[in-house]
């Protein structure tokens, strides 16, 4: 009954470890999903700066390079963020069904467990 108890006690703390691990894979994909739409609306300033900037016909073309390559490094930026999302997201899906497997898990010794005290129990009304 102690094995039980104890192995039921070492999935909580795994769950406990899995589910502070979930939070902080939540926490970097809110950070990834905020530092996109940040670079978004970065971009879509930057391409609004770029339209104006081309309208008058004496733009320069050293204007147009550094607007060219400010859109390119948000562009770059803005993948990298996608992909860190990516990443997150599929952490927290694996997180989210380790703490099934292991809800389950700890169901299942729970049940073990009530089982076997009323086996016990049983067995020691039995006795004379």
């Given at each position: 009954m102690k094995v039980i108890e104890s192995r039921a006690q070492?999935?909580?703390?795994?769950?406990?470890?899995q589910?502070?691990?979930?939070?902080?894979?939540?926490h970097n994909a809110e950070?990834?999903?905020r530092k996109y739409e940040e670079v978004a609306?970065?971009?879509?300033?930057?391409?609004?700066?770029l339209e104006r900037a081309e309208e008058p016909a004496g733009l320069s073309e050293g204007q147009v390079r550094r607007?060219?390559?400010?859109?390119?490094?948000m562009d770059q930026t803005l993948k990298a963020l996608m992909a860190a999302e990516d990443k997150y997201s599929q952490?927290?899906?694996?997180?989210?069904?380790?703490?099934?497997?292991?809800s389950d898990k700890l169901k299942e010794?729970?049940?073990?467990?009530?089982?076997?005290?009323?086996e016990s129990g049983s067995c020691q009304r039995r006795k004379p």
């Amino acid at each position: 009954m102690k094995v039980i108890e104890s192995r039921a006690q070492k999935d909580e703390e795994k769950m406990e470890i899995q589910e502070i691990q979930l939070k902080e894979a939540k926490h970097n994909a809110e950070d990834a999903d905020r530092k996109y739409e940040e670079v978004a609306r970065m971009l879509v300033i930057i391409e609004n700066d770029l339209e104006r900037a081309e309208e008058p016909a004496g733009l320069s073309e050293g204007q147009v390079r550094r607007l060219e390559e400010q859109l390119r490094i948000m562009d770059q930026t803005l993948k990298a963020l996608m992909a860190a999302e990516d990443k997150y997201s599929q952490k927290e899906d694996k997180y989210e069904e380790e703490i099934k497997v292991l809800s389950d898990k700890l169901k299942e010794a729970e049940t073990r467990a009530e089982f076997a005290e009323k086996e016990s129990g049983s067995c020691q009304r039995r006795k004379p």
